[in-house]
């Protein structure tokens, strides 16, 4: 089956940095998505992205399909943007990675 | 409409017990799905129904595991003599074609 990869496992920043999360997928998907995991535990969605790019304020996302990768940018980070991020790709279900743990310091 | 709704949100039981969980989807979506998450880790797919049918079952979900969707509306989860291996967050989520979208997940704590 599909595997998902991310990386890097966990990151720190100064508050206002940038950063780029990556994710890999071992197979062809239909479907990709962001995620951030509040500290309550639900998933929010960020981007649906099986491919190009977009944009949502301070977060963007590009997926190149043909080589099997997205990236999740986040520019001038904030303290409310710490938590987990997850990567989600598959065909009709999706597989998900491990995960970024992100903390922004103040 | 208010999103994937799921009930209850915290269920504490004994070791032995039964319990269930239910998942209300968004009202047009014909897919659904069940996750497990454990601390530390991805979630991780249980089980999928396309209207009510169930198309497909992980590993993961043992036989104590079972998983309907009547008429393909909500859904339950229900486990059977419950163990403490199976303590973690169980997420539900729902989509039209594409997108899915998480309800808040129930955490289960065995003891």
């Known amino acids: 089956g599909i595997q998902v990869e991310q990386s890097p496992p966990d990151l720190i920043l100064q508050e206002g940095a940038n950063s780029t999360l990556r994710c890999n997928f071992s197979?062809?998907?239909?479907?990709l998505q962001w995620f951030h995991q509040n500290p309550w535990g639900q998933l929010i969605n960020l981007f649906y992205?099986?491919?190009g790019t977009k944009q949502n304020g301070r977060l963007s996302a590009t997926t190149v399909a043909t080589e099997r990768y997205s990236l999740l940018y986040i520019s001038s980070s904030q303290t409310t943007d710490s938590g987990v991020y997850f990567c989600?790709?598959?065909?009709?279900?999706?597989?998900f990675g491990t995960g970024t743990r992100l903390k922004v310091l103040a | 409409d208010t999103g994937v709704s799921q009930d209850p949100r915290h269920k504490i039981t004994k070791r032995g017990q039964n319990v269930t969980f239910r998942c209300d989807p968004i009202?047009?979506?014909?897919?659904l799905y069940w996750y497990r998450q454990t601390l530390g880790q991805g979630p991780e797919f249980l089980t999928y129904?396309?209207?009510?049918?169930?198309?497909?079952k992980s590993r993961l979900l043992s036989d104590r595991f079972s998983a309907e969707r009547p008429k393909g509306s909500f859904s339950t989860l229900e486990i059977q003599r419950t163990e403490q291996g199976d303590s973690a967050m169980y997420l539900c989520?729902?989509?039209?074609?594409?997108?899915?979208?998480f309800g808040q997940g129930t955490r289960l704590t065995v003891v």
């Open positions: 989520a729902s989509s039209l074609e594409a997108e899915a979208f």
């Open positions: 197979d062809s998907v239909n479907n």
């Open positions: 992205i099986p491919s």
């Open positions: 989600a790709a598959g065909t009709y279900k999706y597989i």
């Open positions: 009202s047009e979506h014909n897919r």
């Open positions: 129904f396309q209207n009510e049918a169930q198309l497909e």
